[in-house]
């Protein structure tokens, strides 16, 4: 099932949820959502085409992701 592109590159959100957020592994776009409820309730599952790994993300309330601390 895929949602398209966008995500934290740059695009639209369906649901509140990034379309293609960048894969972990090989950080391109190229992503799709497999399931908008991951194991946890507070994780998506999506599918990388690039590399074809999956990877989990956290969902977060509002627009932006809270900044990592160093």
């Given at each position: 099932?895929?949602?398209?592109?966008?995500?934290?590159?740059?695009?639209?959100?369906?649901?509140?949820?990034?379309?293609?957020?960048?894969?972990?592994?090989?950080e391109?776009?190229?992503?799709?959502?497999v399931?908008?409820?991951?194991?946890?309730?507070?994780?998506?599952?999506?599918?990388?085409?690039?590399?074809?790994?999956?990877?989990?993300?956290?969902?977060?309330?509002?627009?932006?992701?809270?900044?990592?601390?160093?």
């Open positions: 099932m895929s949602d398209g592109a966008g995500g934290s590159t740059g695009g639209s959100k369906r649901g509140g949820l990034p379309e293609s957020p960048l894969c972990p592994f090989c391109e776009s190229d992503t799709e959502l399931n908008p409820f991951g194991p946890q309730l507070s994780v998506s599952s999506y599918w990388c085409l690039r590399c074809r790994s999956p990877f989990e993300m956290m969902k977060w309330q509002g627009s932006d992701r809270p900044a990592l601390r160093e």
